[in-house]
Each structure stands twice: as structure tokens, then as C-alpha cells.
């Protein structure tokens, strides 16, 4: 029996990187915080503290600047696709890199016809996020490289105040839970959604997927959050041929009645809730293609695999 | 010499009042964080512990979300008038309430051309905000009560990537900083207006202020965030005759441009930055007519005046 | 009639400065998070974009860490009196300077009988603040300055199992709050108070209140929050006469115990309780010596004053 | 081709149970944060909306508070063995239940030699964690149970303020980081280790576990954050025979030395530093035994899989 060195990775944390596109006086602005992690053959780092395979951090960091430069940001995917490819090519101990984006949206500030040309305003509610990684066989070869984009969002607060139920479920001597024909639904939904390759129109599928999401959620008469989130994630694969794969994270943000029976002059026939913090039930689930290769759990994982 | 009580208040913090208009199938729905506060002639809980006089914190919190049915939130600003006078009537040793609410905005999914009856998607971005408070003489009186109603908004995160610069500031020899022509300008925005009276039409003033803080932002050429925030105050009042006064709260959200003179190969002409966290210029400022008697201040200030 | 500039300030907010003190190999460390801010005679830079008065932020950051150096860290309240003071030397339009700092507490790690020289883990727990607004009757002047040193914790969180009750209070129609004798009193306390001079032990002193703080809370049997914190606020003034006042912003952390009446095997005697987040009551109060004259609101107050 | 549901678990998250034991006038506090979820046969929930196989998260809220009184809190491990074996037996439908607990640690207020019986101050810094999963082989069946526990902290914050060097490290023509000699080195440490079985001492073993780390990170020369987690979690290993298995995820919290040479009045030999937020290093490795077998790796993982 030894101890042993186990999986392991590195990298810098949320680089606030902001671009702005200048070339005419109608500017854009990308708006990224990006994570960039290595694995590989790194163990002497760990075990005698030899750095000489290390491509530092802060070089990461100054490269994650530096590519939203020279590459540009077309997308956070074709950005984090970049990047992860560049880590690969400076670090030869390497055999891949995982690259994590969130993106903040920002509006025109409505000036004029066509908003403003280089005045914006945050538009808050949503983050557009990615991962992407990208694998090679074994450090310094020059095979074929595997990689993995998934797209997705968090913080997507949707709510339904009426059309959907909770009925039916198992009890047991601890169930107090009233069964209820009429409740409200709510969640901050986080989803994940894995693409079969590396060539899709990212911003268009992106808002594709997303308007799907709101749509299923807002017409499909709920059961359960689990009924919701399934049918949510199998409309989003039947409408894109090219995702594999959707994973949602769901907290069921309760939003209580609150009980009027103690006043005779008030009634509450679903019009006033307290909106609770803790505790809350969260919900996960996958819907996938039964004909699709898994993807390589750790690399999908949010960071932190502690 | 003796010690005594000083200055207090006490009520309910952060009731998270839903409240669901559903008399049609079109429904409408108001997100409110409601915090409220009584001040008055309470030594007797503080020295002696007798509670006779309290009404307790737990009934504020009843009454907050009774009141969301039985008078309705037409604005937050008419709920929290009609809060604080109903505290006033039921704690006959108050001689004052103070009503904070936040609101937190909601659009309707996107289902349809008008969208959907009852599934709503949480907007983001910045938040509004009441202060009402409503002071009475004494406690038990007839007299005539005193109002001050203050809206805003917090969080209304701005930025210019052009037409910002900073120069010809005062040196001394610990100054580092060199003087910019072009910078980017962001903040995140907390507002507050104090009308004169209380009968404004509370939304159409929220929707005309917010209006025209972004459209004086975008459109002033800044010499520091100072002019700008002033230049932002004096429009709000020009245009809006029941307003008395407003202040402003505007973190400078830094963004630096990286420096890239150390990679011959990439230039970066005010494209590429990095979004500081901490430290942050922090300007503070207060717009307001010469003509308009002053508000008490501890009934304008944040909660927690500790 | 006419708009004018009402009150002003800026500076700039959480510096983070890390003072390591390495004379021996016996290392010690000073953690701290600074604020800073000037008001006086700085309308130009508001009202005509005119800058030649204002000493930046950045100005001021770069003061914040180099007196961390040149003039030492013995107390928080020293160094912010020492900084104070450099910015109205420096800045002659300054009226006013407020500094206003945060302590995070570090443990040596214990290796041995007296802990490590230079390895330490940080507390957690409360943090010690200061504020301190140093002030002249104009700018340029000569004249003598007036001195308010504020020193305090935040995020002290206290609970007493038992010796509290609730009951006797008012109550109306909108009451259903049951009264109790025995309930659990939890609060996450801040506490500021204001010395009369400035030349106390600063160090011991905070210790001391602290102390009292803590002792009185576990040892006063409680009929309110608002008792205990009278008691509390009483008897630091008794015990520091060099203290005029003390503040308290303290919210009710409610712990409910949890109903288990639908559990014929299960009883509940005051053991198993749900911490809620919100809402919760909020009592704030001050306890003053009646001999001692009040100092400026605005000065005491904590940033943000929108 | 088909679409199908894959992984999918759901449960009651952030239940906030507080079990005070008062058997005798010296209480005893235990202040945990409980999320229960459960894995199985529950497809007909998403596919079909049928609830009749689904333990509603309410019921496993009332679950985990009445557990806290029927079975105590001995240690957050043995409590949470105690609440998954429930669920098992409570939801046919189930082929695995996991359990995380945070624990916040509080003292007693001193008072006296011993503390006061019934006040408690929380201590703040690191919360011990505990994830405990078990599964069976297949829904409804006898068959033996398979247990994982796995111990753990997070927000252990410690710092080095010599005794620590980086250099020798890859270079690429992005690389501006000059090599150093001496710096601080500090993170906020997220620990977990896996037990070998479920009848350690849990209480005593997370003290010495935290002990241990404490003092590697301490005593340790450091090349690199890499070479000292793996010198803390060797020495975990060697020390603990009943640990097969310690992650950790490590943020190294840069402390810049501030550049003074544009003063030259002042120096700064290592003695002002400024405390960074964002971007940060994050490294995160494991040291195991290599003769004992894996663990499930979602079931380690922490909670939102997606």
C-alpha cells in the first residue's frame, strides 16, 4: 500500500475579462468572467515541488486577456474553444483544459431610435454560461484532440401562478404536506446542454434553446418540477438535432399561501404568498439522446470538484 | 450625569410579500421585499421590559401581507402609505412608521403577441425602491401627521466605454494616477427622490426618473462621475416639479485597461479590460431645490443606523 | 428658485491592506479593510467638471497603504486618525475626512506552547470596526479640528437556550403571535459607540466591551431584545467612562421551534428548532450619557448615506 | 434513436435544524444545515407526472427535524447514517439517499471558569461538513447497503507570511510573473476526506484531521500551493488508517506586495500587501490510497450535479 497523487487540476478563477469592439463609433461590449483549469502530468509540482511543467496562472490569466485581443469574442464558446487550445499548445505537460465562461448581457441604453452607441446598461436576470474542454491522449503528442462544448444559463427566475398542481406522491407517518390542485411554481433554473460537435451557431442556438425553455415552461401544465423540467429538456433536444445531452438544476422556490383563517375579514384564494428562503426543494435531471457517447463526468462538473 | 435611552426603533425586516391579481385569467403579480419600523414612546421595553406598548414585530409582519389583499399594491408607494397609517392607528404610542419596500421586477414569458396569462420570467437588473414615513406629534394624537414618501432604485449597473475622462486633478506625492482622455465609465447605480407631496402618480414618476437618469448618463460627456451623477440629479428635477431633492449613491466600478506593452504582438487601444472588484471610488452626492424645507434625515436613511 | 449641490463626499471604499510586521521572526498580521472620504469645498468638480481640487481615490488607496507602512498599524483607531489627519493636510477643500475601518481577526496556527511565528488562521466571528471623521471649521484653515472616534463590531451572533421570554404586548386584530415564556433569543449583533476623546487605549478598550457585551447578554434574564440590549448598552457605559454612547442594530434571529404535534411519537420541549433567514424583527437603539453633546449624524453613519 | 431521462435525484436542501439538549441546565447547542436527497426508480415523476413513488421534499424536511429528537446528534456523521437509512426504508422507490450537513461550531460565553450553561457565542471561521450516501442494489429489495462517509471543512482560512516561494516554473511569451523567493501564501481550504468504513470515532477524527492540516500547512516549506496540499493530505493518510481518500479545492488568495518605488521615502520589504479578490489561482488535488477502491464520484460531489 502507498499514498498516492489522484486526480488533480489547476488554473485562474474568474477572470473578469471585458472586451470592447471600437473599430466604428457604434461599440459593443462582451462582458466574460472566464476560469481556465489545466490536468495532465503535473505530479512532480505536487510531490517534489518541481514547477518546471507549470505554465503559471498568471499566465493564464494574461492570456485569457490577451486572446479576447488577438481572437476575439464571437461567442463565449468559439472564445473558450480558442483559449483551451492555446493551453494545450504552451503547456506540453497537458493532456487537457477546461475552460468555463460566464457571460453578462448588457442593453443600449434606449436613446434614439436604436439605443445608444456607446452607453449600456446592464440587463440583469440570467447568466449565459459555457464549458468547454478539450483532451489530448497523452501530453506532447500531436493525435487527435477530444472536446466537449456545453452551453447553458443560470439565475433563470420563471414563475407560474397558476397551472400547476402537487398530488398523488407517497406518504408516509411524517407527511404533513396538503396535496393541492393549485399552487404557484418557481425556480432559478440552471441548465446544461451538451453539443455533439464544435461547429454550431453558438449565439443562435443559444437563444434558440433558451426561448424553448421559457416556452415549454410557461404552456406546459406542471404535475411536479420534475414533469417540467423533462419536458422542458426534451423539447429543447427534439428542436436541436446537434445537443446531446441537457442537465437542469432546479430549486423549487416555495412560495407559501399565507394563512388568513385567523382573520374573518380577509380571504386568500391564491392571491398573497410568502415567498420562503430556506429550506427549498431542489431538483436535478438529465435528458438525453440514448445514441450519444456519455461525455467524461469531471470535465462537465462546475468547478470545485471537491 | 445619568444614562439613558436614546434614539431606537423596531419592526419587521424583509417580509417577502407575493401577491397574485388573478380576478381574470391575464394575471398580474407584484414581488415585494417590505420592511417596517415603529418609533414612538417605547423606553418602557428598553428599561423596565415591559411590553404593553409593542405591537409586536410578528403582527407587522401579518399586517404587511393582510394589507397586500385588502388594499392592494397599486405601486409600492400607495401600499406603504397605507401601511404606515395603519400602524399609527393600531399602536397608540407610535409616533412614527417607516416603510421600506423593494421591488423586484417580472415580465410576462414571451408566448403569443401579448405574452402569457400567468408564467412570468424575473427581469434582473436594477431594483425599486420606497421609503415612506409617516410622523404624528405625539403619540395618541389627532394632530396632524407629517408624510415623506421616497422612491428610487438600487443596482442600475451603467457604463460608457467612451466620452468619459479624468484630468487636472489636484497632486500630492503619493498621487501615481495618470491623467486619461478616454476611459471606460461604469457604476452601479443607487438612486433616491424625495417628493414634495404624496399624491404623484407613483409608476408614470418611477418609469420619467429612470428614463431620465440613463438618458442623461448616455448622453453627457463626463469630466468625473461627480459631474456626471449632478448633471443626472439637475435633469430629474427640471423635469419633474414634485420632486424636492435626490441623492445619489455610485460606486466607481473600475475597469482597467490590461497593459499589454510587455507582448510586441498585441496593442490594446481601450478594447480590452479587466472589471475590478475592490478597492472602488465610491462618490456620494445630493441634488435639490433651495426652496424645499429639508427631510428629517433618519427617516431618509437605509436601515440599520447603527 | 433654483437647483442647487446639497451634501457631498468621496473616497475610496475597501482597501484591503495586509500589514505583516517582520522586525523578528516572530511575525504579526493586520488585516484590514479601509475606507476613505473627504467632504468640503468640491462643488466645481460636480457642477463645471473641474477637477484641480479633488485628490483621487486612487490618491487616497495609495495613502491607505503607504501609512500602513510609514505610520503603522497599533490600532485600527490610530491608523485612522493618522490618515484622517494626512488628508486634510493634503487636500485643502477638504472640510472633512472619514475613515472607516474593518478588522478580520488571525489566530496563530498552535504548533507548540506559543503557536507559530509566521502561519495563522483566520478567526471568523466578529469583526472590530472603526470609524473616525476628523473635521475644521473651513478649508485652508488653521483652526482647530474636531475629533469623533467610533469604534465597534459587527456579525457578533448570540444565543441564549433559555432565560427569555415574550409576553405582554399589545395586541390588535391582526395578531396571532402566542405568547411564550421560555424561547430561544438569538441575534447577529452590531454595536458602535462613540468616545468621548481621543486618546483611550484603544485595543483594551475594545476588548473590554466586548466582554461586557457578551457577559451582560448571557447573564440578563430577557423580557425583550430591547431589554437586553438596554442592559447591555448600560452597563459598557457604566463600566467605560470614556464612551458616550453606544448604538445597536440587532435582528431577531427567530428560531422556531418546530411543531410536532403531528407526531404522536415525537415531543418537543424546547429542543428541536428551524432558523429562519426572513423575515426577521430588527431592533435598533442607543443608550447615551445625557451630559455629553451629540455628535453630527451624517458622520456616524455608515457608507451609503442614499 | 429516443430521447430518455437519465440522472436524476431530488430532496429538501438547506434545512436549518437547531436541537438544543437540555436534559440538565447546561444546554448543548448542535446548529446544522441538512440537505436529504434521494436517487431511484422515480422516472414515472418526470415522464409521466405519476407522484405515487415520490417522498415529497416536505416530508423529508419533517424528517429531518423529528431525527434530530428520535435519534440526536452525536456527531453530523452518525446523525446523517441515521437520516439516509431512513429514507431508504421510508422510500421504496429509492436506490440511494444522500445526506449533506454543514455544522456551525459555537462556545459558550465565558462566564465563570466553566462558560455560561445556556449563552453561546458562534465561534465563526471553518464548517465542518459531512456528505453520507447510501445505496442498495436495487428498489424495494433487502439486499445489503453500500455506505460512503466522507468528513470534511470549508472556509478554513490560513496564510503563510514567509516560509513560501514560487519559481522554476514554465515559461511562454505571455509569462510576466517575476519568480519569487519569499510571498505569502494563503487560501480559504476546502477539505474532504473519505472514511474506509462507518464506525470511526467521527468527532475525534475530524479534530485530528483539522489538527493535522492546520499544522502541515504550518511547518511545511512551501514551492508551491500543490506541494502543500500534498504534503497535508499525506500526513492526513499516514496519520488516519480509517481515511482511504482526502480532496481538496484551494483558491490561492493572492496577497500582491504593494509597489512602493514611486515613494521614496518609503520601503516595502515585504510588510504591505494588498489582498486580491478576483482572479485567484485555484488549485485542487487528491491524495488516496492506491489499495482501496473508488468511490462513486457523484455521490461525492457537492450538490447541483448540473
Known amino acids: 500500500m502507498s499514498i498516492v497523487l489522484g486526480p488533480n487540476q489547476y488554473g485562474k478563477a474568474e477572470n473578469r475579462v471585458v472586451r470592447i469592439t471600437r473599430d466604428t463609433a457604434r461599440h459593443e461590449i462582451v462582458d466574460l468572467n472566464v476560469s481556465t483549469s489545466l490536468r495532465g502530468d503535473f505530479a512532480d509540482a505536487h510531490v517534489t515541488g518541481d514547477q518546471s ?4 496562472t498568471d499566465t493564464q490569466k494574461n492570456t485569457a486577456f490577451i486572446y479576447a485581443k488577438k481572437h476575439g469574442v464571437s461567442s463565449p464558446e468559439d472564445y473558450a474553444l480558442a483559449l483551451a ?8 505537460a497537458a493532456t487537457g483544459a477546461r475552460i468555463e465562461v460566464e457571460q453578462y448581457q448588457w442593453d443600449r441604453i434606449p436613446v434614439g431610435d436604436t439605443g445608444h452607441d456607446h452607453a449600456f446598461v446592464r440587463r440583469g436576470g440570467d447568466t449565459r454560461t459555457t464549458v ?5 491522449p497523452g501530453h506532447e503528442t500531436t493525435g487527435e484532440r477530444t472536446t466537449h462544448v456545453v452551453s447553458g444559463l443560470t439565475d433563470l427566475v420563471v414563475l407560474k401562478s397558476t397551472g400547476s398542481e402537487f398530488k398523488g406522491y407517497l406518504k408516509d407517518e411524517y407527511t404533513t404536506l396538503a396535496e393541492t390542485d393549485d399552487r404557484i411554481l418557481a425556480t432559478s433554473l440552471v441548465a446544461r446542454w451538451r453539443h455533439v460537435g464544435t461547429d454550431s451557431d453558438w449565439n443562435k442556438s443559444f437563444e434558440s434553446v433558451r426561448e424553448t425553455l421559457l416556452e415549454v415552461f410557461a404552456t406546459t401544465y406542471s404535475r411536479a418540477l420534475q414533469e417540467t423540467l423533462h419536458a422542458m429538456g426534451q423539447a429543447v433536444l427534439e428542436r436541436h438535432s446537434d445537443i446531446a445531452e441537457i442537465r437542469f438544476s432546479a430549486p423549487n422556490k416555495h412560495h407559501f399561501l399565507v394563512d388568513f383563517s385567523a382573520f374573518p375579514d380577509v380571504e386568500n384564494n391564491g392571491e398573497v404568498f410568502i415567498a420562503a428562503d430556506r429550506p427549498y426543494g431542489l431538483i436535478e435531471a438529465t435528458v438525453l439522446r440514448d445514441d450519444v457517447p456519455a461525455a467524461p463526468e469531471a470535465w462537465l462538473a462546475t468547478p470545485g470538484f471537491c
Open 85 to 92: 487550445g492555446r493551453f494545450l499548445d504552451a503547456a506540453p
Open 132 to 136: 468547454v474542454t478539450v483532451e489530448r
Open 53 to 56: 511543467k507549470i505554465l503559471p
